[in-house]
């Protein structure tokens, strides 16, 4: 087995722990811009520590212009694609985020013909099609019945930040071939750090530190460790492995979302349709990359 598929399996279950820990955070009052500048924070020790280990004699290593132009558009489209994403999985069930994030690898087949020209094959475009139903169906079936219509603006913030996650995975693997994976997650972190440091101070997250015991703490904690072996190893799956089958692998961890969300968030309403859903997508999921 190929070892960027591994990666791609770490990532798929860590996502969908992240999923069930970030609810858990959220409700003991952390927002979105302390979580992320928190495990970015820890992610630049440990990157540098893993590049260390490896033997990389530079950080520049094979580092040209242009491949620092992409970093700052990844990081910008990060950004982005954060706001959109956990704004989005704020406003609507777990379950339905799972079911929801499996329209993303429609992108990145899309994206991976546009820009790197890697033709799906047929049976991977019946697997688009049967995605696309099966949000459709779900939107109108489920969705429709939102109690208030931030609701609604989650759903679309949600998948649109998905793309935009797809977006990025096209880019990482291309500076992934000329920096390593390490040294990417290491300036990627560093920048994101700023950005994020300054929309914490701007929106009093600081403020909500005070108060929390040390459970909560751990509970952050935890939450960053899951969230820096997730972000790793995507980033070693974008970067060994073709990009539309890094994204559907990666995106295969809905199914434990699903299962997550109904054992400790009880979230039990429309119960049979969301198994037809998940069933739906997961064949979907498997036709996209046979």
Not at 30 to 48: E, T
Not at 83 to 88: D, E, I, Q, T, V
Not at 193 to 203: A, E, Q, W
Request: some cysteine; proline content about 1%; aromatic content about 16%.
């Amino acid at each position: 087995m190929s070892i960027g598929i591994v990666y791609a399996l770490v990532a798929a279950i860590g996502y969908s722990f992240r999923s069930l820990l970030y609810k858990m955070v959220e409700r003991h009052g952390f927002d979105r811009n302390l979580f992320l500048l928190s495990y970015r924070i820890f992610s630049i020790p440990i990157s540098l520590f893993i590049l260390k280990l490896s033997d990389a004699q530079s950080l520049f290593l094979d580092f040209k212009s242009n491949v620092f132009s992409l970093i700052i558009i990844v990081v910008l489209i990060s950004y982005i694609a954060d706001s959109l994403y956990f704004y989005g999985f704020s406003r609507i069930e777990m379950t339905l985020s799972s079911i929801f994030s499996r329209v993303a690898p429609v992108f990145s087949l899309i994206v991976s013909f546009l820009l790197l020209h890697e033709m799906p094959k047929s049976i991977a475009v019946f697997g688009i099609i049967l995605i696309v139903a099966v949000s459709i169906w779900v939107a109108k079936s489920m969705v429709s019945k939102a109690k208030t219509q931030n609701e609604g603006r989650g759903v679309i913030a949600f998948i649109v930040g998905n793309m935009l996650y797809t977006l990025n995975g096209t880019l990482i693997s291309q500076i992934y071939a000329v920096s390593g994976g390490m040294s990417f997650v290491f300036f990627f972190s560093l920048l994101t750090c700023g950005i994020y440091l300054v929309s914490s101070i701007k929106d009093g997250s600081f403020s909500k530190l005070k108060g929390k015991n040390v459970k909560q703490y751990l509970l952050l904690f935890t939450l960053n460790f899951v969230a820096i072996i997730s972000f790793f190893s995507n980033v070693e799956a974008f970067g060994t492995i073709l990009v539309p089958v890094a994204y559907a692998l990666t995106s295969f961890g809905f199914i434990f979302t699903f299962l997550l969300s109904y054992i400790f968030l009880g979230e039990r309403e429309n119960l049979i349709k969301k198994i037809i859903a998940t069933f739906g997508m997961l064949i979907g999921g498997f036709l996209t990359i046979s």
